[in-house]
């Protein structure tokens, strides 16, 4: 059975900071009731993660970002076919193009926490200023899996 929520976290552990999306999952499983939410973890997106969309009311993807503005982003996210569509690593964005390009039909509605990360060296572990962003990035996904409907989660902001 397809639970209605998908958390989608990617990175990879062993790339210091990039571990943030993952690291995320593993809060969410320990402190979050999962009977509607289904965690999905790997390195990056791509293609065939299209169809893990597919019968989800929400879907929340997870990454560190060396760009964030913020400590965590949170916005909706919209189909696009970018650069990355032809690539190894897909954007969000990319993933929900293929979605609709494959289905014929609009995705989900999908959001986009980033996590404000640092290095991203392999080998390295999680820096101090990612570990404190993570704190906070998890107390927001616990508030947002708490009321997981469209409205509520459009109403919410970066911080």
């Known amino acids: ?3 209605p929520i998908l958390v989608f976290g990617y990175g990879n552990l062993s790339r210091g900071d990039d571990a943030l999306g993952p690291l995320l999952l593993d809060y ?6 999962l ?56 954007s969000p964005a990319a993933v929900l193009a293929v979605y609709v390009s494959i289905k014929k039909q609009a995705p989900p509605p999908c959001f986009l926490m980033s996590i404000k990360s640092e290095s991203m060296e392999l080998g390295a572990g999680l820096s101090s200023a990612a570990e404190n962003n993570l704190q906070q990035a998890c107390l927001f996904v616990k508030q947002l899996l708490q009321q997981p409907t469209l409205n509520h989660w459009l109403q919410q902001t970066s911080y």
């Open 28 to 33: 969410i499983e320990k402190h979050c009731d």
């Open 35 to 90: 009977s509607k939410i289904e965690l999905l973890t790997d390195f990056q997106l791509q293609i065939e993660h299209a169809l893990d969309l597919e019968h989800r009311s929400l879907v929340l993807f997870v990454d560190a970002s060396v760009a964030c503005i913020n400590r965590c982003d949170f916005s909706p996210l919209t189909a696009a076919r970018d650069k990355s569509y032809t690539t190894h690593a897909m």
């Open 1 to 3: 059975m397809i639970k």
